[in-house]
């Protein structure tokens, strides 16, 4: 037994997921929806957002912070 609950986020990303999360958030959609969509948490897609070089966030473009 792996101490995990069967219904936990799987925790790892297969090349598929990544390049349909890629797809997903350079198309605007939310980090919470691509998570929604792909079994995984929405730091998780932050995360492999950053650590991929997803680039910025379509609704982020244009904001001064």
Do not use: Y
């Amino acid at each position: 037994m792996s101490g995990r609950a069967d219904n936990a986020k799987s925790p790892r990303w297969t090349p598929e997921e990544v390049e349909s999360a890629r797809r997903m958030w350079q198309a605007g959609k939310s980090a919470r929806m691509i998570a929604g969509h792909l079994g995984k948490t929405r730091n998780a897609v932050i995360a492999k957002a950053s650590t991929s070089g997803f680039g910025v966030h379509p609704a982020k473009r244009g904001w001064v912070s």
